[in-house]
């Protein structure tokens, strides 16, 4: 939604206003399973899932090639949302398409009664990250063109996985329950959940394990240390002029975007540490001769609580105020996404991470482990992560439970966090990549259609299916989830969307680069029906790495 220039600013809450309101949505009241199961049965049944699971590792693989080919951005996963939606009818779910006003979201139900329980995960690209699997150093399928440099082509293949499993023994048991999947669109803009919260579809879940792409088998709790964020593009408006025979007659917009700009980079001395900001400029004018009537910026503003972050919402404002008071132009802005800062469940990640530790990490084959080794030193990884733990190939140790971050500079955002803050949620990482690279970047699309996704995907199945099992089965779990919920997470700190009622999802985006590049990229769809995996039909070795004839790093015109 546009917001004009007349009044610059809209109502911008305090942070004790904030802390003040209450939830958007009143929390359902968990029902109890109907179900009464012994332990030896629930074991036995956890057992015939993870067989279940393993004998599904044709079509997981299918999914994840088929996903990893089409590399889609985000709010135009046409293809995405068609292949993985037929597959959900096929095998009874119920569709419903466009869900918040997005073309490619959805959600998909099956079962009956309570809990019902969401499942989520990503399905969205990365700009210019095209890039052949299986092959340690720059070589992309199309030049310039998007590609999977996140991992998101492999979270809902996992759901469906999970999910179909489970479903066969919901049937035969006779287990009461209600599993809706969703996909996560547009996460790199950060544009969707907050409006999938706002509309309602959350308003009744009990609880929601979402699924994200990393290099362990592992789950959190708590605060993680992220940060939330509000994306805003600014767009002034001046008068075009000759701008050698009469530049005095003209008022340039972009005059208006760079001061802003300048402002802001001074103003960044000035900010907490746990603040990060970044800016493009997605129209600088039309050409040099021509002073620019038109121009925008477009910026992320991200901190570590909702207070912070509109803070710098409204010092955004102010400096585009001043830009158009120096310019003589004028100004609307627009708010693209947001995310708040996450907090997960501490019931669900503890259930979770039992489960975790069951099923346990792939066995990595030599070929997974080369491939590994080969794209860290291509991209020169560090010796160790974060946590001083050695970056050496795969890993081989399974991580322990994530705790709460105790001290943060702040970081990255991800907009589950908005789901979080209205229903008990975990995400559940799962070892698909490989790591210490770059994120997002072409060197994360490296493993996300060979065997190294595949497996992880698999191994990410089975801890979701088996705790989604024993959510239904022990009403525990989500009654214990809803109590952290309201005792602990939201006690103190209260959910207030960074979205307002009448902004819009910014559906537009990145469609005429899809536009561009789809009628090349189609030629590269997978075909299952002919080959077998992804990484035969484009006739790749694996793995593929780096000798002395190969081009140089970053070849091929990133």
Known sequence: MTKPSTSFRRPLLSGAAACMLGLLAVAPSPAAAQTSMSPAKLEALKKELTAEIDKQQKSTQQ?????????????????????????????????????????TAWTATWGSGKPLIAVGSDIDCI???????????????????????EGHNSGVPLNITAVLALKKIMEREKIPG????????????????????RDGYFKNVDACIFTHVGDNLSVAYGDAGNNGLVSVKFNFEGAAAHAAGAPWRGRSALDAVELMDIGWNYHREHMEVTQRSHYVITDGGDQPNVVPSKASVWYYFRDRTYPKIQQM???????????????NTTMTYEVLGSAWPGHMNKPIAEAMYKNIQTVGLPTWSEADQILARAAQKETKAP?????????DGLATQLDSLKKPET????????????ISWNVPTVVLSYPANIPGLPGHH?????????????????AGAKAEALTLLDMLVKPEIIK?????????????????????????????????????YRPQMKKYYYNPSKYKTYLEQLGIKYPTIRTDNVPAAGAGGE
């Open 313 to 327: 919402y409204q010092d955004g404002i102010k400096m585009a105020e001043g830009a158009t008071l120096m310019t």
């Open 127 to 149: 700009p210019k990250a095209s890039q052949k699997p299986g092959v340690a150093y720059h070589d992309p399928i199309i030049v310039g063109a998007p590609g999977h440099g």
């Open 480 to 516: 214990d989830a809803w109590t952290y919920f309201k005792d602990v997470q939201t006690k103190e700190v209260k959910y207030t969307p960074l979205v307002s009622k009448t902004d819009k999802p910014a559906i537009t985006l990145n469609k005429s680069i899809m536009a561009e």
């Open 178 to 197: 209600t599993l809706m999947l969703w996909p996560g669109v547009a996460e790199e803009l950060v544009g969707a959940k907050a409006y999938f919260v």
């Open 383 to 391: 010796k160790t992560d974060r946590r001083n733990k050695p970056i």
């Open 407 to 418: 001290f943060s500079i702040g970081g990255g955002s991800d907009d589950i966090a908005d």
């Open 63 to 103: 999914m994840v090639d088929m996903v990893f080919s089409f590399g889609e951005l985000g709010f135009q996963e046409v293809e995405t949302s068609r292949y993985l939606t037929d597959i959900l009818k096929k095998n009874g779910f119920k569709i419903e398409q466009g869900i918040a006003g997005i073309p």
């Open 442 to 458: 072409w060197a994360n699309a490296i493993a996300m259609a060979t065997p190294i996704a595949h497996k992880g995907v698999t």
